[in-house]
């Protein structure tokens, strides 16, 4: 048996990354899945995202209405079974629950022994009901029931030590956590806990472990779960690999750090009961030592690899696939099967937004029809506007929006007439001659938008056509140079206007040498990095301070230990004091 934890960084970009969701969950070849930080709603729970052939599925999603925190967390639970109705197989949990603290509306995991372990959270009476929601409101932790053993999938509150919001946060989080695995192995239960703690235990675990690095309060926290340390619980990689260093789970998405290994481990397994033999009396005998074959971090699924993947020069212009974690993994052997049984209520085969969504076969062929009818009244009428602008038609780029101007429209008929209309009301699409007058304000060019619009046919075809009828098309793109260049190639030829041609030209000009001045400026400005001798990239304070807004330079390599002349060489220097920024 096999049981893996991921930090996903996000159920949709990984869904996308690898094609389908099956195809995903089948990479990573387990029986077991514990993904954090879904980043999805229960609003959007779709089939298509948390359902796959031969998987059940289990999620707790973010209830928390902060617009700071909307799609923020999650975890779900993914179980590779044969039959989700009767089986016998470890993987399909008896039972599942959302949350740990036993408030959220979802069956407990532990059947009739469910209240002693409520008695057991009378414990919590410092904290209110609304603390406790509050803390299982995040969407921060799935328990499936294995029969076996109880499996804690959880995603760690992240806090800065500046923060002593989420600070507090964090610790009452594990606080009332340890109190429920408490519970459970009171009762005799083997409980395992894996996912992504955000937190490096020991030294050995961070890149950048400093001075004070044992004094962390989490730290000291993890320390004291562990059995060396008078604790229940056996960190199991730790355990399999005590001298393996530089084994990181997890790297900085903003410095480049996975391209010299400078990360952190994070993610974690850990495991605490008595094994599965009859002769478990024996103080030899326990759960890892005689159940657990290995636990290995899948180096494989890191998104920075050698040979296929350019230097990390600031990060702006690359983009890593993939997660900024990679899984862990751990291997069971001797795992009895279980008596038959079918998912648990919690499975989402049995929520409302995944097989609500089902069709009937009338209701299929009815979507189609219109779908069809819909289609094909656009196909005509994009034929209609096609032949009208036919004449005079200039080359087309991607990427750019296309506008049509001239006298011809109304030989169109009434469905060029409806399209005519929708455009007018996309404010975004300006006419060719509000793009080269200065606008005062952002309000005045949201006024004056409808107006240039119904304007661009009369005043700017007169402008660039003059005495010739025939309709000039043009391009606008994303690029100012692309646009300039744009507008004089579309202009016709044969107009018999050479002070309007020659008017364009000297604009385009004007505003291609003002747009190269300016680049050759911010490129004199950017400074060297002393290290390297190479330019810097310019960074802006986002922390709440004094210095909010504020530009920066720093070297532009990735970052990485010290003593590697490769990695970043830490060079930083303030943008000149007279320099606009935001304050």
């Known amino acids: 048996m096999k049981i893996v934890t991921y930090n996903i960084n996000g159920l949709r970009p990984r869904i996308s990354q690898f094609g389908s969701l099956r195809k995903l969950l089948d990479s990573l070849d387990a029986d077991i899945i514990c993904f954090q930080e879904t980043k999805i709603s229960k609003q959007e729970l779709r089939a298509d995202l948390v359902r796959a052939d031969g998987y059940e599925s289990f999620f707790s999603c973010n209830r928390n209405f902060d617009k700071s925190r909307a799609g923020y967390s999650g975890v779900a639970t993914f179980c590779r079974v044969k039959s989700a109705f009767s089986s016998d197989e470890v993987a399909l949990p008896v039972a599942a629950e959302e949350g740990f603290t036993g408030l959220l509306e979802s069956p407990r995991v532990t059947g009739p022994q469910k209240d002693e372990c409520s008695s057991a959270l009378e414990g919590l009476e410092e904290f209110s009901r609304d603390e406790l929601l509050k803390v299982d409101s995040e969407g921060r932790c799935v328990i499936t029931d294995h029969s076996h053993f109880v499996l804690f999938n959880v995603y760690g509150p992240r806090a800065d030590c500046d923060d002593t919001e989420r600070i507090q946060f964090k610790g009452t989080f594990f606080k009332i956590i340890q109190r429920r695995w408490e519970c459970l192995l009171h009762q005799g239960r083997r409980v395992f806990v894996v996912g992504d703690l955000n937190i490096a235990p020991a030294a050995i675990d961070r890149c950048d472990a400093g001075p004070d690095f044992e004094n ?4 000291r926290w993890f320390r004291s779960l562990l059995v060396e340390n008078g604790g229940q619980f056996v960190d199991v990689f730790r355990t399999k690999h005590p001298d393996r260093r530089e084994a990181y789970t997890c790297w900085p998405t903003n410095t480049g750090a996975e391209e010299f290994n ?37 180096i494989q699924f890191k998104r920075w690899k050698p040979g296929n993947t350019p230097r990390w020069k600031g990060g702006r212009s690359i983009k890593l696939e993939g997660s900024d974690h990679v899984p862990v993994c751990v291997s069971l052997e001797e795992i009895p099967s279980v008596p038959p049984h079918g998912a648990p209520s919690l499975s989402t085969r049995y929520c409302p937004q995944v097989y609500g969504c089902q069709q009937t076969l009338v209701s299929m ?3 189609k029809q219109s779908a069809e009818s819909v289609k094909n009244s656009e196909e005509s009428s994009s034929f209609l506007e096609a032949h009208d602008c036919s004449e005079g038609s200039a080359r087309q780029r991607s990427c750019s929006t296309t506008f049509c101007l001239g006298s011809n429209l109304a030989k169109a008929g009434p469905h060029v007439e409806t399209r005519k209309k929708a455009r007018q009301s996309q404010w975004s699409q300006l006419s060719l001659k509000s793009f080269f007058q200065k606008s005062s304000s952002h309000s005045e060019t949201f006024a004056r938008s409808a107006n240039d619009i119904k304007l661009s046919q009369t005043d700017v075809s007169a402008s660039f056509r003059c005495s010739n009828s025939s309709p000039v098309h043009v391009e606008v793109s994303s690029n100012p140079k692309d646009c300039l260049a744009d507008v004089s190639a579309s202009s016709p030829a044969d107009n018999g206007c050479d002070d309007c041609q020659l008017s364009v030209k000297e604009k385009s000009n004007v505003a291609l040498l003002e747009w190269q001045r300016i680049q050759q400026h911010m490129q004199n400005s950017i400074p060297l990095c002393k290290g390297h001798n190479e330019p810097c990239v310019a960074r802006v304070v986002k922390k709440a301070g004094p210095n909010l807004g504020r530009r920066f330079y720093v070297c532009a390599r990735a970052e990485g230990p010290a003593s590697n002349p490769e ?7 303030w943008a000149a004091s007279n320099s606009k920024y935001k304050r």
Do not use: M, P, W
């Open 262 to 298: 400078f990360g952190a481990r994070i993610d974690h397994i850990l495991i605490s009961g008595s094994c599965l033999h009859e002769e478990s009396g024996q103080e030899e005998h326990n759960f890892v030592s005689c159940h657990v074959e290995d636990c290995e971090i899948l």
């Open 365 to 367: 062929l009815t979507r």
């Open 216 to 219: 962390n309060e989490f730290r």
């Open 567 to 573: 990695a970043n060489c830490g060079y930083f220097k």
